[in-house]
């Protein structure tokens, strides 16, 4: 990929001076200006409609970001992304996740080899794996059928599948599917506490299999495992999905049950590969397989459609303007469905390890902000948090409302009070609420005009608060799966524009060093130099 400083583009400099033009911009005045604003500024796809006409921008805007993103090269970009060009650079690696959903006549070749035959081939042993332990025909040591299923992972190797199982949660079958992910034994043992050998089945998950935290709680698992059960029972109730074979052989899983990786799928961008087998045990392979297929179709939508149309890169480009030019700090995400609960915590680490990076492609220090923070729950239970600061704080929060048209439990009523509080938030964050509101409200209440005088500050909303919001019909597994690589597009849309590299983590290597070190201190009793606040810390930890 090309290394294009973006504060040195023509577009970028034209958008500064549009920037000082436009930054008191107000959108109710935009909404009263232009009865067609909601249409000009909305996307409609398949079963998703963007309305991004809540946002602080005007045509111009729009066109500017559009230019930047030409002046970036962001087509060319995207051809590499998907023809497999070693775009993460600083791991010579291919980032091919788009590869695990491509159809199964396409053909993506890497070094001279077309990867899909492969991936076919994984896929089709996740379906015959996941059909063999639903049906019941693949039993546990003891002839049961399998009634629990634990996976063991952290970071990619459990965020995703944890979120996607949680989110489908109304299309789980009988199986019950667990996430051990912390190095806190209380989390492993906790989990534990209520489970049968006889009947569970562990799938360690971990691509280098060198992760501490899943190792540790592997080996513990398999401890407690043969505490009930023989020792050639490890082999039928462990299964193992790695790109280090050798270590996972060592661990003592049988190879029938280990399922690889490819080191051109990062971790956070792995659910689509047999990571994700957690899923198609919960859910079925059928709807594994639908996740895929919508995830396949945002890929096409990305790749194909004209920037202006394209979802991802103009939910990427509202994000850039609001972070380096209204110098935004945080981006919220508001799902309208408890089902996508752990959406954020997904999101954060497939935002920010990606795009928390302060170094650009010439390996120079950058001087403009990149990776926004990204943080959310899911409405109305965040209205009786959060939502105060959001209206009322001083911070400038950009927030994405995701809501679906349809109910999975068909509770109408439930779903148009649910609904009704999802529009009345854009609104209410729009318009805000005028001084001559508030005492025309105060006074219908009998109000005094002194404490009318008194509230009044107090009651008025500024309003002009910028949201993105995403309609759908349906929470199905092929729309999680469009939703899920609508946000992998958007962080790599960004990742280009900001000219960094979005698929390494270098960054979460020196925590890891340390901790090892530390650990070997508090093992042996004795502790090394270190800062003095450090030093007695563990001083008194180990008193
Ligand atoms: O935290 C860093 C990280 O490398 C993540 O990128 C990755 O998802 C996670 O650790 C787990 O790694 P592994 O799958 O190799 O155990």
């Excluded at 409405?379 to 001083?394: R, V």
């Excluded at 509101?437 to 006074?443: A, F, G, I």
């Amino acid at each position: 990929m090309k290394n294009i400083n973006p504060t040195q583009t023509t577009a970028w400099k034209k958008l500064e001076k549009h920037f000082s033009d436009v930054q008191q911009l107000q959108l109710k005045e935009q909404f009263e200006k232009d009865p067609e604003r909601a249409s000009k500024f909305s996307i409609a796809w398949e079963d998703f409609y963007l309305d991004y006409s809540k946002n602080r921008i005007t045509a111009d805007t729009r066109d500017l970001l559009l230019e930047l993103a030409e002046e970036c090269d962001l087509k060319s970009a995207i051809k590499s992304y998907f023809e497999g060009d070693a775009i993460n650079a600083t791991e010579n690696r291919a980032v091919l996740h788009t590869a695990l959903r491509a159809s199964a006549d396409a053909k993506i070749e890497l070094d001279g080899e077309n990867v899909v035959p492969e991936v076919q081939e994984v896929k089709e042993k996740i379906r015959k794996f996941s059909e063999k332990i639903i049906s019941g025909e693949k039993k546990g040591y003891t002839g049961k059928a399998f009634t629990d299923v634990v996976n063991i992972g952290i970071g990619g190797s459990d965020l995703g599948p944890v979120m996607v199982t949680e989110s489908l949660t109304y299309y789980h079958n009988h199986l019950k599917v667990h996430y051990v992910s912390n190095v806190d034994g209380d989390h492993v043992h906790e989990t534990l506490k209520n489970l049968n050998s006889e009947t569970t089945l562990f799938l360690v998950v971990s691509k280098t299999f060198t992760t501490q935290e899943t190792l540790s709680n592997a080996t513990t698992i398999r401890n407690w495992f043969r505490k009930s059960a023989p020792q050639e029972a490890v082999a039928e109730h462990f299964a193992a999905v790695s790109s280090n074979l050798k270590n996972v052989e060592e661990f003592g899983i049988a190879i029938d049950n280990v399922f690889p990786m490819w080191d051109w799928v990062g971790g956070r961008f792995s659910l689509w590969s047999a990571v994700g087998l957690s899923i198609s045990l919960a859910v079925g392979y059928n709807n594994f397989e639908a996740l895929l297929k919508g995830a396949q179709k945002m890929d096409e939508h990305f790749k194909t459609s004209d920037l202006k149309e394209n979802i991802p890169v103009q939910l990427a480009l509202l994000s850039i303007w609001y972070n380096n030019f209204y110098k935004a700090e945080s981006e919220a995400v508001i799902p309208y469905t408890q089902y996508l609960q752990k959406l954020p915590s997904y999101l954060q680490q497939a935002i920010m390890e990606s795009n928390g990076k302060s170094v650009d492609r010439n390996g120079k220090k950058v001087d403009y902000q990149t990776g926004t923070l990204i943080w959310g729950e899911p409405g109305t239970n965040s209205q009786h948090a959060f939502f105060q600061l959001i209206h009322q704080g001083t911070k400038l929060i950009p927030a994405d409302f995701i809501g679906f048209k349809e109910s999975l439990h068909k509770d109408k009523d439930h779903h148009n009070k649910l609904m009704a509080n999802f529009f009345a938030q854009t609104e209410a964050l729009l318009q805000g609420k005028t001084k001559a509101e508030v005492r025309k409200e105060l006074e219908t209440k009998g109000l005094s005009d002194d404490a009318i005088e008194r509230l009044l500050p107090f009651k008025e909303f500024d309003g002009n608060k910028p949201t993105n919001t995403l309609l759908i019909n349906k929470l199905t597994p092929e729309s999680l799966g469009k939703l899920i690589a609508m946000y992998e597009h958007k962080i790599f849309v960004q990742g280009v524009v900001w000219n960094i590299y979005s698929y390494d983590q270098w960054g979460v290597e020196l925590g890891k060093q340390l901790a090892s070190n530390i650990l070997a201190e508090i093992e042996n009793k004795s502790v090394n130099n270190h800062d003095s606040s450090t030093k007695s810390l563990l001083e008194f930890f180990l008193k």
